[in-house]
């Protein structure tokens, strides 16, 4: 496993952007396959955006293709979510996972994880 620390969350207007990063630390995990889920009061933890460490590849869920994007600073060890033209129904708390395996549509499957951070909240008002 590895340990995951999320920042970046806060109150942004509709419309605004704001970009949430994941500290990953720990084990090698150039194998691993990293996503960013939100959880929304009285709703499931919802798939957002998937990403492969070592390659790249990412997924993102309908609902944020266009206005969201996961991405990887091998540098400093980030796994960081770019979040522009929020809407209200993004107000969620956001949370980071990683689980070392492939790579395939399973990747939306929050079960399929086994090291998660605590989450960062985001708030978007009108």
């Known amino acids: 496993q590895v340990h995951l620390v999320e920042s970046g969350g806060g109150v942004v207007q509709t419309g605004g952007s704001l970009t949430l990063s994941c500290e990953v630390s720990g084990r090698s995990y150039s194998e691993y396959a990293m996503g960013w889920f939100r959880q929304r009061p009285g709703k499931e933890r919802e798939f957002v955006a998937a990403?492969?460490?070592?390659?790249?590849?990412?997924i993102h869920a309908e609902s944020v293709k266009g206005r969201f994007t996961i991405t990887r600073d091998h540098s400093k060890n980030t796994l960081d979510l770019h979040m522009m033209n929020l809407k209200r129904e993004d107000t969620a708390l956001y949370v980071c996972?990683?689980?070392?395996?492939?790579?395939?549509?399973?990747?939306?499957?929050?079960?399929?994880?086994?090291?998660w951070g605590q989450g960062t909240q985001v708030t978007v008002s009108s």
């Open positions: 990403l492969k460490w070592n390659r790249g590849d990412t």
């Open positions: 996972a990683a689980v070392a395996a492939g790579w395939g549509p399973w990747v939306e499957n929050a079960a399929r994880y086994d090291s």
